[in-house]
């Protein structure tokens, strides 16, 4: 796992927002203002109960992914590239306020993601 870097100490919720971005373009998150790292939040029609459990069954079952934190209201997953195993850490956050869930997703080395 040359290419693995070390776990950020950053992560997690704070005041109901993920993590800001870096500078840097190796990152996205649905919660970001400016264009460079904005995605779009995850949307469902279930209760939010059923989306973050199906979030997570999905996640389970992609391949070099691990769930390393989990709530009621967050997942915090580890996905590997295939061939070079970089690592992308990657946040949902159930925002039951907005009724969608949002998404933070940064590579932990090189400079895109």
Known sequence: ???AGKRPNNLGISNGKLAP???SPNCVSSQSADAVHKIAPLTFTSSPEEA???LKQIIESLPRTKIITESQDYLYAE?????????DDVEFYLDR???VIQVRSASRLDKSD
């Open 21 to 23: 971005c870096p500078n």
């Open 1 to 3: 796992m040359i290419f």
């Open 52 to 54: 973050i459990s199906n």
């Open 79 to 87: 996905f590997k590239s295939a061939l070079l195993r970089f690592v």
């Open 97 to 99: 306020n907005a009724n």
